[in-house]
């Protein structure tokens, strides 16, 4: 804990107030500056309060499953406007925890380089990892609004006139795909050393996650996207990580860092509050687990309000298992009663640790894992057509085999695979954060009507970006409104 402070006073120490500043980002003091990045322990300090940014900012649903299909209301309720669609530029997100840990990046990147380690490799592992977090930043800032201003330096001085405007999708694009390719070329090994610590083959998830999205909604008609990012998830195939036997497995506390993780965030029990996932688990506060609840030691249930229950698992997601997917009983899990009814449906793919005192939602959050890899490239090679459709359906059978599902044996009609594939990741990947841009992407690409398909568009004419928060206007005239805002 006192090591947390530490780190945390660090990061604290490079931020200072300014109510001015368009990103909220605020100049570095001159007394940090005499003081800090005078060792490489400096340099190790600062990049372990940069995870601790990243795992503040990951653990939400607000970006990766509010917006998409896979969640309902749930016995707590209080969704988010996100969720409802109903958002405008007093209701929408704020970036600046994006920026403030692109900031961070941008502290590495600058004073890290011209430092000397005593190894090399060292220094150009960090440098990696500062480049792969700014990409990976970039990537969901523009999966979420679209046109974001590029900062590629850090906020140690404040200047007025400067305030930045926002930069074409194209234009960030081609930062996050510079960025991540610096990342890939300074990583010093091909494989993983820690799977809770970016590395080469998260980096290359990264650019195809990334060029997946150039692809299909910022429609490059590239088909070299395609190859480029097939083969980068050809590569991390061959890093050392392999299917988990038990799909259960992959996400059980005891089992972190298992064989198919391939980057995933480290959370602990009194040193981070409980992941995301504690808002689809129930508590016992709510009154719901009466003792008529036929199966209610199955349920992850916390006994205080550390679960809230705020979203359920939607009919949507429940209706894309058969009776055969053995997924399904770690998607979802009903409380039935004496009389065989459904009272609520809760999450069951996180179910964290019971202590003494009670239940802890400390499972590490999957950034990226290999039954993704498998499922990514199927839908990039789907999108090539031809032959290369029999090949997206081979690879889709590596998550179909272990769900007992078996091989796909429908239609080869290349719409209808790239929508199976779609339900596939919907299965193999629910509650991953990976559904909104999931469906963005199938949106664009023609594989559904994304107005139509979720639940909570229908009927909407809500912009599929987010809207800039008016506050944010208002201190920067140079930021213009997000398009249907």
Request: aromatic letters at 10%; one cysteine or more; hydrophobic letters at 35%.
């Amino acid at each position: 804990m006192r090591t947390k402070l530490i780190i945390l006073s660090i990061m604290t120490a490079c931020v200072l107030g300014s109510c001015e500043s368009i990103l909220e980002i605020e100049p570095v003091s001159e007394i940090t500056m005499v003081n800090y990045w005078k060792s490489e322990s400096d340099v190790k300090g600062y990049l372990n309060g940069l995870y601790s940014d990243f795992r503040d900012m990951t653990s939400t649903t607000l970006y990766g499953e509010d917006r998409g299909d896979a969640m309902i209301a749930g016995v707590i309720g209080g969704v988010s406007r996100s969720h409802q669609h109903e958002l405008n530029e007093e209701y929408g997100l704020d970036w600046r925890t994006f920026y403030e840990n692109i900031h961070h990046c941008n502290m590495i990147i600058k004073y890290a380089s011209g430092m000397n380690f005593a190894i090399e490799n060292d220094k150009n592992r960090i440098l990696a990892q500062a480049y792969a977090f700014r990409a990976k930043d970039y990537l969901t800032l523009t999966q979420m609004w679209g046109d974001v201003p590029i900062v590629l330096n850090p906020t140690e001085s404040y200047d007025k006139e400067s305030r930045p405007m926002r930069s074409a999708a194209s234009e960030v694009m081609k930062q996050i795909l510079s960025d991540v390719q610096t990342a890939i070329e300074l990583f010093p090994e091909t494989n993983i050393l820690d799977k809770n610590r970016l590395s080469r083959p998260a980096a290359l998830c990264l650019k195809a996650e990334a060029l997946a999205w150039k692809y299909t909604v910022q429609k490059s008609n590239d088909k070299n996207d395609l190859t480029n990012a097939i083969s980068a998830l050809e590569e991390v195939e061959k890093c050392g990580v392999s299917m988990m036997d038990k799909y259960a497995e992959i996400f059980d506390v005891t089992h972190r860092k298992n064989s198919e993780i391939i980057f995933s965030i480290y959370v602990k029990k009194d040193e981070y509050n409980n992941m995301y996932m504690s808002t689809l688990s129930m508590s016992a506060a709510a009154g719901m687990l009466t003792n008529d609840i036929q199966n209610k030691e199955d349920i992850p249930y916390s006994n205080s309000t550390i679960a809230r229950h705020v979203y359920s698992p939607s009919s949507h997601l429940i209706s894309l298992f058969s009776n055969k997917d053995n997924r399904a009983a770690s998607a979802y899990i009903w409380a039935i009663n004496s009389m065989g009814s459904i009272v609520f449906t809760s999450q069951n793919k996180f179910r964290g640790t019971v202590y003494t005192d009670d239940r802890y939602y400390d499972n590490d959050i999957v950034v990226y894992r290999l039954g993704e890899v498998k499922l990514l490239k199927a839908e990039l090679l789907c999108y090539l057509g031809g032959e290369n459709v029999q090949k997206a359906i081979d690879s889709m059978s590596f998550t179909r085999n272990r769900a007992g599902i078996g091989a796909y044996k429908g239609s080869t009609e290349q719409k209808i695979v790239q929508k199976e594939i779609l339900d596939e990741r919907g299965r193999e990947l629910c509650f991953e954060l990976k559904r909104w841009p999931d469906l963005m992407r199938a949106h664009y690409a023609g594989t559904i009507d994304i107005y139509n398909y979720v639940p909570n568009l229908v009927g909407k004419t809500t912009p599929l970006y987010f809207p800039i928060l008016r506050k944010m206007i208002d201190l920067n005239p140079n930021l213009k409104q997000t398009d249907g805002y």
